[in-house]
Nanobody, 116 residues
């Protein structure tokens, strides 16, 4: 079974950068799409960005376009979310999800806090 595990969260000042990782502790997710979602306190979980199984396509929510990128290293069985020019409104718990066409496997999340 695929079991995503996120890491890399933390506290960063506005304008800074963080790189989140999503690795599988179980079966490889080399042939799955991977998405990143975030949930801020008191708000619903929303889509941040995703990458296709073959890395040919990525998509991002409008507020992060130009600031966030996604890449995958299937040799390391890991997908990365590179976040730059972070803003306080990016503060949330970030989850990765694996699947296709629906996201069937979810990680527990990693906290990202951006201070102003």
């Amino acid at each position: 079974q695929v079991q995503p595990v996120e890491s890399g969260g933390g506290l960063v000042q506005a304008g800074g950068s963080l790189r989140l990782s999503c690795a599988s502790s179980g079966r490889t997710f080399s042939y799955y799409a991977v998405g990143w979602f975030r949930q801020a306190p008191g708000k619903e979980r929303v889509f941040v960005g995703g990458i296709s199984w073959d890395s040919r396509r990525t998509s991002f929510e409008d507020s992060v376009k130009g600031r966030f990128t996604i890449s995958r290293d299937d040799g390391e069985n890991t997908v990365y979310l590179q976040m730059t020019r972070l803003k306080p409104e990016d503060t949330a718990v970030y989850h990765c999800a694996v699947g296709g066409p629906t996201y069937d496997y979810w990680g527990q999340g990693t906290q990202v806090t951006v201070s102003s």
